[in-house]
Structures are given as C-alpha cells and as structure tokens.
C-alpha cells in the first residue's frame, strides 16, 4: 500500500546514498569526462582503495577518513603511472586507442581484483569507527551516520575539484586539453603532462571515496562489477566533466534507487543505473548540464 512517509524516508535515504555515488564517481568525471580516457578500471581502484583503508583501520587503528586522506598521496602517484602507461602503450600510436584503452582497463581492473584476492582473500571486509553503525532518529526515520558523513564528503569534493577546475591555471588546462591541445602548447603547457597530472587527481581522489566505500559497507574483491554502471550512469547523466552535476546527477540515481527499493524490491534496484543510462543516451547524450570544458 502506497505510503507518504514510506516515500519521504525513500527521497530521503536517496539523496544521501545519491551523494555517496557522486563521490565515488566524481573522479571518473574527471578522467572519463574531461579527458576522454575509458577508466573502467575505476571502480576497481575505488576497491583497492576501500582495503588499502581496511588495512590501516585493522592494523593501526586508523580513522577510516584519515586513513583515506593517508592513501591519498599514493594513489596520486599510481595515476601517473598508470597514465603515462596507457598513453606511452596506446594513446600516442592512433586514432583506435579508445577501444584499445577499454581493453587495457578492463585488465588493470582484472589484475586489481585478482591482487586483492591473492593478498585478502574473498571474504568481505569491514572497518570499525565510532561513527559507524549509529544512525540519528528523526520522527519514524532513522538517517544512518554513515551516509551522512558520505554526504558533507560529498559536498567538499564537488567545491574543491570545482575552484580547482575554474581558479587555478592547471585546472583551465585540464578543462582545455580535450578541447584545443595545440592552444594549449601556444600557452605553454604541455598536454600529455596535463593529462597525466588531471589523471593522478582523477585517482588520489578515490582515497577519500574508498574511505567512504567501505565505511557505507562491507567491501569484496568482486564489488567494482557492481559500481561500473553506476559511476558511468552519474558522469554521462551529469554531462561529461561537470563536478556539479556528478553531484546532481548522484542524487538523481540515488533518490531513483531508494524509490525502486522501497516499491518494489532490492531486485529491480540494481538495474536502475543501467536504464537510466540507456535513457539518457538515447534522449540526452550531453547530459544534465552538457559538457563541461
């Protein structure tokens, strides 16, 4: 039976897990959106990062948002590499490297999990923090901590990827490089540098998200499978390269998610990403707030 306060806690609940999605999408927003690489090794890193975090909880005792901020620095670092990987190995030999780079992702994502598991093995892992398991009581509505703390993450990723995009000169240069590259040489920066620098943030900011990832849940090798529809659903639905409408967009797919959940089942929920990303292809392919350069 239909239900006002059933529907409320559902828009509710949805627009913090939608802010969760944004966050964890908000860096393929940057390498996928603004710089047209095919990261569907994404969620994979995001993964990694969620037992980098486990790792430092279970051993050192670590905050699991520290811990995130910890791991930050080396997933920059892993971006670069990974990038100069991708274009020494595909970008620079032609035309084709999109459908090539889809290959070598798809790769580095199997070689992601198959390290996790060799290391962690497959049983899921979780992390422990004070925060974590309480929830705030709101009328009939419980508003778990947990998705809060997803949110205001959410928030301060969107304004700073934001004022670094559009205040500083390396983040008018990440949004020109897919645009005019050869303006860009005139201005004396040099593309293949700025790609590979936008790329080591598109990464270091899967830190922050994998904190977030393991604190909302238990986390398995296996999990990025689940998230590849649904960090590409929130980037194309937003418009390529938009930080503000990842975040719209998140809460869109979210608030969607929760719904289904609640009418009619946790089965249809998962095939919500998928459709809608079926539906924004077909009927608007620039996104939400179109393309961002």
Known sequence: MFSFDLLLGAIVLGTLLGCFYAAVSIGLSVSFGLLDVPHVAHPAFLVLASYGVYLLNDRYEVDP?????????????????????YHETFERRGTDAAVRGIAFFFGVAFIVEVLIVLQFGVD?????????????RIGDLRI?????????????LTILLTL??????????????????????LMGANPVRVKQWAF???????????ALLIIVAPVEPMLDRAYIGRTFCV???????????TLI??????????????MFGASWAPAIAFAMLLGVLAVRPQGLLGRRL
């Not at 901590?145 to 928030?155: D, E, K």
């Not at 967009?249 to 609640?262: D, R």
């Open 65 to 85: 948002l520290l811990a995130g901020l910890l791991i930050t620095p080396l997933f920059f670092l892993l971006g670069l590499f990974v990038y100069r990987l």
């Open 124 to 136: 899921q892992r979780s992390v422990t923090a004070s925060y974590i398991g309480r929830s705030w």
């Open 144 to 156: 778990p901590i947990r998705q809060l703390v997803a949110f205001a993450v959410a928030l301060s």
């Open 164 to 185: 670094y995009l559009s205040k500083t000169f390396m983040g008018r240069a990440i949004r020109a490089v897919a645009q005019d590259q050869e303006a860009l040489r």
């Open 200 to 210: 080591g943030i598109a990464t270091a900011v899967l830190g922050i998200a994998g």
């Open 235 to 245: 980037v194309v639905l937003a418009g390529l390269g938009s930080m503000t409408g």
């Open 249 to 262: 967009a998140g809460i869109i797919l979210g608030v969607a998610e929760s719904i289904v959940l609640t």
